[in-house]
């Protein structure tokens, strides 16, 4: 079955403790992409990758650190997180970047840092 | 800087009334759009797209949208609406022209529909 996995579902931790969020798609995507959403503000990109190797920041980037060394793989890092970055995360992906690609979304990580 | 705008925050309906949501864009250039539906605890999942050809897109549970070119708009309707269509909506814009930020959709704020049985 075609997906995007999302790990962990939920998350509480602690500020300033590093954790990563792992996203995994098995359709041979060479795009993806991570987005938070917060209420009242929609989906929000915070890194891009366009293919191995290749990632740069979207929108809401600080904080936040990701790699792409396999292309099915796309970890988001945060390496000392804050209450600020408690939202909904969402990770996608499509066949390429240009027109007439469709993201597909991970089930989303619920992350709380206390 | 592209934005997205969807005009109203939170829609609430009875069961078989018609439906119409606002999406308007700022970008001048060629675009392909986007609604997505995200019903409560779940991912987003696409609910239609236009990327060119006839402005009057069909999707899935009977949804539809219009794109005005001239308006910028990509409103998104549907005739008689359900219980199960309790969801939160979002209009996603996709920049297509060379040079553009690749890949990145840009979505609205989303719009909470509650339908009363």
């Known amino acids: 079955e075609a997906q995007v996995t999302q790990n962990p579902r939920y998350l509480i931790t602690v500020t300033g403790k590093k954790l990563t969020v792992t996203c995994s798609q098995n359709?041979?995507?060479?795009?993806m992409s991570w987005y938070r959403q917060d209420p009242g503000l929609g989906l929000r990109q915070i890194y891009y990758?366009?293919?191995?190797?290749?990632?740069d920041k979207g929108d809401v980037p600080e904080g936040y650190k990701v790699s792409r060394k396999e292309k099915r793989n796309f970890p988001l890092i945060l390496e000392s997180p804050s209450p600020n970055q408690t939202s909904l995360y969402f990770c996608?992906?499509?066949?390429?970047?240009?027109?007439?690609?469709?993201?597909?979304f991970g089930a989303g990580t619920r992350l709380s840092v206390l | 800087a592209q934005s997205v705008s969807q005009h109203n925050h939170h829609v609430i309906l009875s069961e078989a009334a018609s439906l119409e949501l606002g999406c308007n864009y700022s970008?001048?250039?060629?675009?392909?759009l986007f609604w997505y539906v995200q019903y409560p605890g779940q991912h987003l999942q696409l609910l239609l797209k236009?990327?060119?050809?006839?402005?009057l897109v069909k999707g899935i549970k009977g949804f539809e949208a219009e794109f005005i070119k001239s308006k910028f708009s990509f409103n998104l309707r549907k005739p008689s609406v359900q219980w199960s269509d309790t969801a939160e909506y979002f209009c996603?814009?996709?920049?297509?022209?060379?040079?553009?930020?690749?890949?990145?959709?840009?979505f609205g704020r989303g719009t909470q529909l509650t339908v009363w049985p």
């Open positions: 996608a992906s499509s066949f390429r970047w240009g027109e007439k690609n469709i993201q597909y």
């Open positions: 359709m041979n995507h060479e795009y």
């Open positions: 990758s366009m293919n191995v190797e290749v990632t």
């Open positions: 970008y001048g250039g060629t675009v392909n």
């Open positions: 236009y990327f060119s050809g006839d402005p």
């Open positions: 996603a814009v996709k920049r297509t022209d060379r040079g553009s930020t690749l890949g990145r959709l840009y």
